[in-house]
Every structure is written in C-alpha cells, then in structure tokens.
T-cell receptor
Framework: DGGITQSPKYLFRKEGQNVTLSCEQN?????MYWYRQDPGQGLRLIYY???????QKGDIAEGYSVSREKKESFPLTVTSAQKNPTAFYLC????????????FGPGTRLLVL | KNEVEQSPQNLTAQEGEFITINCSYS?????LHWLQQHPGGGIVSLFM???GKKKHGRLIATINIQEKHSSLHITASHPRDSAVYIC??????????FGTGTSLTVIP
C-alpha cells in the first residue's frame, strides 16, 4: 500500500530532552512537510523540503530541526529549545507542483511530562 | 488576520439536514482544498478546486474566484459525516494556508 507513516502515535518528552518524530512515504513524492496543530488554530508549517538534501523553515521553525537525507524520509526533531512542544504533529507530502493535493500521515501526539 | 477564514467554527445538525460550511481567503491561489479530519486525527482530501463546482456523492464544493470564497455542502447529512472540515488555500509556490476548521456533529 502506498502512503505516509508516522511514528510513534504518542510520544512523551521530559524537560530538556530532544525527541525525534518519524515520517516515511512510499509515494515517490519530492516534497514533504511538517505541520503543527493546536486546538482552535489552523495547521502551521514548521519545515518543508522540496528535494533531497534541501529544506526550508516554515512559519514556526524555532525549536525544531529536520533532515532530508533520503527521498522517503523527513524526520522532525523537537529540541529542548521548543518551550511549548505539546501539540499534534502532522507530516504531509506531494509532488511539489501547483494545484496538487497533499497526502497526510496519521499524526503524532507529543506530550510533555 | 488569517489568510483563510472559515465559518461556522462549530455546527450541530440533525441527521438528514443540508449543511453548508463557508471559507474566505485573502491570498492568490492556484487551488482551494477541502479536507476532512476524523476524531483520530488523520486528514484526508475531499476536493481540490480551481474554479466552478465539484461533486462527490453527497458532498458538493463550489468556489467563486472573484469573491475569494468557497463553500462545502453536505446533502442528507449522516452521523458518519461528523468530523472537522478544513479549508486550505494553495498558492502558486505550493504553500498551503489552512483555516481553523469547522467541527461538525450530526445527531441521529
């Protein structure tokens, strides 16, 4: 089956800890995105990548880092510098062209202990 | 001001009712998307529009480019339609701007 997988479904972070959220796609998509969703707010873009070994900051990149070493994978690290990390994180992908749907993963819910 | 505004924020309907969700956007777009988010959090795409109207089953989406407005209609609503519906504007640079969503509850 083609699609996007995210793991884990739930993640707990202790104070001062870095955690990494996984996103993998087998759709052969060039573009991948990370969004954060908070109650009462629309999805906000953290980082996006249009091609392997290249990525750009979105609107709320502070406290986050990413890598894009493989076309299929776009992991997101939530660093200790992100002071309010509790949120629902969604990964998406598409071919990176205009007038094109994004395909979303099932999401990871991050909670701070 | 958000680039994409949706109304209403919350909507409760009786089964069988006709439902309309509205979306206004302020950015130039290549396409307007309607998404559905289920209680578990997964998001699926319902429609992508650049003009006119599209229909899929009981769902209809329309867009007025001049007025920068789109609507999502659900005919003969059913409890399984209960979800959050999200409007998203896609610009020519493949960036997406999302509304805050409309939470729909359909009561049997």
């Amino acid at each position: 089956d083609g699609g996007i997988t995210q793991s884990p479904k739930y993640l707990f972070r202790k104070e001062g800890q870095n955690v990494t959220l996984s996103c993998e796609q087998n759709l052969n998509h060039d573009a991948m995105y990370w969004y954060r969703q908070d109650p009462g707010q629309g999805l906000r873009l953290i980082y996006y990548s249009q091609i392997v070994n290249d990525f750009q900051k979105g609107d709320i990149a502070e406290g986050y880092s990413v890598s894009r070493e493989k076309k299929e994978s776009f992991p997101l690290t939530v660093t200790s510098a992100q002071k309010n990390p509790t949120a629902f994180y969604l990964c998406a992908s598409n071919r990176g062209r205009a007038q094109e749907t994004q395909y979303f993963g099932p999401g990871t819910r991050l909670l701070v202990l | 001001k958000n680039e994409v505004e949706q109304s209403p924020q919350n909507l409760t309907a009786q089964e069988g009712e006709f439902i309309t969700i509205n979306c206004s956007y302020s950015v130039g777009i290549s396409a307007l998307h309607w998404l559905q988010q289920h209680p578990g959090g997964g998001i699926v795409s319902l429609f992508m529009l650049s003009s006119g109207k599209k229909k899929h089953g009981r769902l209809i989406a329309t867009i007025n480019i001049q007025e920068k407005h789109s609507s999502l209609h659900i005919t003969a609503s059913h409890p399984r339609d209960s979800a959050v519906y999200i409007c998203a504007a896609q610009n020519t640079g493949n960036q997406f701007y999302f509304g805050t969503g409309t939470s729909l509850t359909v009561i049997p």
